[in-house]
Structures are given as C-alpha cells and as structure tokens.
C-alpha cells in the first residue's frame, strides 16, 4: 500500500512541477500583500511582523488547500482514466493520500516567499523550533480546507469548482483575520469571526510562532469545522461513486 501511495504522491508532483500555476498562485498574492503592507507598516514591530507572516503564510496555504485541491479533483473527475482508477482493487485510499500529500507539499512550499520577505526586509523574530510547530500548525489548520476543496471538487464541474472555491476563499480569509488583525475588523465580523475555520486556523499559527494566547471557541470551532467537512467530503465522494458506478 505504502507503494502505491508513493507513486500517487511521485505522479502528482510531477504533473504540479509541469503545471505550476496552482503553486505560483499561492505564493505570489502573500508575498505581494507582505510587500505592500508589512514591510512599510509592521515590518519594524517585532511582535506585529510575526503575526502578519503567519497570517500570509496561511493566506497562501489556504489558497492552495482549497481552490488547489478543488480544481485538481474536479478536473480529475472529467478524465477517462479516472473511472479506470476507481476500479482498480486497491481502493480509493492510495489516490486520496497521493492527492493530500502532494496538497500539503504545495503549502508548505507557498510560504517560502513570504518567510524569505519577513527575514530579509522586517523585524519578524521566531526560533527554530517554534518556526517548525508554526509548519505543522499551518498543516493542521489547512485540513478543513482541504476537506473544502474535496467536498467542492467532488460536487461541481472543474468550471464550477474555480468559480465556488475562489469565492468562497477570499471573504474567509478576511473574516478569519488573516488580512487584518482581528481587533480592527468591523464589529460585526469580530463577532462572527471565531466560529469560521480560518480564524481558528490563525489563532492556532499566531499561538505556535508568536506565543499568543489562542480564543479557545475559535480553536473549538476549527475542530468542529474538520469534523462537519470530513463528513461532509465522504458524502460527496460517496455520492459521486453512486452516480458514476451505479
């Protein structure tokens, strides 16, 4: 099984590396945003620097958990040799940990820009090992969005999943406070701000590379979020079994 797995992930690589528009994207709006309002207005507060390029960081790896993952699935789902797949013995579960596997590869290498940018041209200051549980933070935090980008992909057109999944990723990025600290949102959104999976995403970032203090209901809401969106992509992929095997 491990093999097959490896040989997913080493398929999907190759065809990002060939295509890498999906990984250009996520790292080049963080890294644009870092230039134009971190480094002149936050890049000499210590503390601030920190906080904003974690917030950019998972700005990009979200791009890429959700619109990437959305599109790729759907656009799998519209190619002969993906039926042919689902019938092989071995199952769906090599070809999903190929897709999540490459997914999280692709964020990881999304936040380079924006940590090169922070190093060389602010104050940001963090230590090895909080750089490293800041990287798994962001992994963690992106699996619902992951989750997203399935439940869309197996739901919509490759066309459609575009539309939906770019729609639906920048108003949650703005609410979950990963373009403006979450103390200058309007009061409405401060609000409502907690209970979606990006505030808790960025609190969980913000708590592993700057030492703050976590909201626990938006850390709360981030776990029922995985859940609700886990079984929510199960469904989908289920249904879309139905419909194409029935």
Not at 20 to 48: E, H, N, R, Y
């Amino acid at each position: 099984m491990s093999s097959l797995v490896l040989a997913h992930t080493r398929y999907l690589m190759l065809e990002q590396i060939r295509v890498p528009i999906s990984i250009l994207a996520s790292a080049f709006f963080p890294a644009v945003s870092m230039l134009a309002f971190v480094v002149p207005f936050a890049g000499g507060d210590p503390a601030a620097a920190t906080t904003a390029t974690a917030s950019l960081m998972f700005f990009g790896a979200m791009s890429g958990a959700l619109i990437g993952l959305a599109i790729s699935v759907a656009q799998d789902r519209e190619q002969p040799w993906n039926p042919y797949l689902r019938t092989l013995p071995a199952g769906p579960f090599p070809r999903f940990a190929g897709r999540i596997l490459t997914t999280v590869a692709v964020m990881l290498v999304s936040v380079i820009p924006v940590l090169l940018l922070a190093a060389f041209f602010t104050q940001a200051t963090i230590t090895p090992p909080r750089l490293l549980l800041g990287l798994v933070a962001l992994v963690v935090g992106g699996i619902p969005f992951m989750l997203l980008g399935l439940l869309i992909g197996f739901l919509l057109s490759s066309k459609g999943a575009i539309a939906v999944s770019q729609i639906l990723f920048f108003p949650l990025a703005v609410v979950g406070g990963l373009l403006l600290p979450p103390s200058v949102l309007p009061g409405f959104i401060e609000v409502i701000s907690p209970y979606t999976p990006a505030r808790g995403a960025a609190e969980l970032l913000w708590a592993m590379t700057a030492g703050h203090s976590p909201d626990p209901v938006a850390l709360v809401m981030l776990a029922v979020w995985t859940v609700a969106l886990a079984l929510a992509a199960g469904w989908a992929y289920r249904r879309d079994e139905g419909r194409r095997f029935s």
